[in-house]
């Protein structure tokens, strides 16, 4: 069990469709982030929310809409998605930093296909 | 141009052997952290470096930070079929920085 939760862990859809991810963390932390992985590139980070605001918006597309309500739950709400968007999205989180050392926890991804 | 970058990409060996992979970039970097995900799984968090010329042990993984803070290797010995995964190195930015820059991971496969 990672602490981090999210869910669907699977998600096929249509260009058209509006889907959510999930994400909930039961370790305390104050930090929450979304991260793209896409085959043979490094990992992208696409939002980061500290105590429930937005800091972070790595130009990521409007079709791409976070939702955070609380320090534990994490949405992505997806509209009018491209087959580019498929991917492995990650949530992930932490402590606020500390010189930088803070260290991230992974959930298990939602691996999405855009079809 | 990524700003770190993990070789080899891929590397298949033998149980029992042993093997290193490495993390550079021509930027100085005032950490850097060591992950490994496994297949279906999130990366997770093997072990953070911060001091120049540093080496952290875990188990049979042998961490070490570059003197200049601009590289870093990870050193297996007698590698296990256990330690098949994708192993990623990452550092902030800025010092205190959340955003953390990714290599593009090294993919270790361990033959029983």
């Known amino acids: 069990e990672t602490g981090v939760t999210q869910t669907p862990r699977h998600l096929v859809m249509g260009m058209t469709n509006k889907k959510s991810l999930k994400c909930e963390q039961h370790?305390?932390?104050?930090?929450m982030y979304w991260y793209k992985q896409s085959a043979k590139k490094p990992l992208e980070l696409m939002f980061v929310?500290?105590?429930?605001?937005?800091?972070e918006n790595n130009s990521v597309p409007s079709r791409f809409s976070p939702e955070c309500p609380n320090s534990s739950h994490l949405f992505l709400h997806l509209h009018t998605l491209q087959p580019e968007d498929s991917a492995l999205y990650l949530c992930?989180?932490?402590?606020?930093?500390?010189?930088?050392?803070?260290?991230?926890?992974f959930g298990n991804g939602t691996r999405l296909t855009v079809t | 141009t990524q700003l770190l970058e993990q070789s080899p990409q891929f590397l298949s060996i033998q149980e029992g052997e042993n093997l290193t992979v490495y993390c550079n970039s021509s930027?100085?970097?005032?950490?850097l952290q060591w992950y490994r995900q496994e297949p279906g799984e999130g990366p997770v968090l093997l072990v953070t470096?911060?001091?120049?010329?540093e080496v952290k042990k875990l188990k049979r993984l042998t961490f070490q930070f570059g003197d200049a803070r601009k590289d870093s290797s990870l050193h297996i010995t007698a590698a296990q079929p256990g330690d098949t995964g994708l192993y990623l190195c990452?550092?902030?930015?800025?010092?205190?920085?959340?955003?953390?820059?990714f290599g593009q991971g090294t993919r270790l496969t361990i033959n029983p």
């Open positions: 992930a989180s932490s402590l606020p930093p500390s010189g930088g050392n803070s260290p991230l926890h």
């Open positions: 370790l305390g932390h104050n930090a």
């Open positions: 929310y500290n105590f429930k605001e937005q800091t």
């Open positions: 930027s100085v970097f005032s950490s």
């Open positions: 470096v911060v001091t120049g010329g």
């Open positions: 990452a550092g902030p930015l800025i010092q205190g920085a959340q955003k953390l820059v």
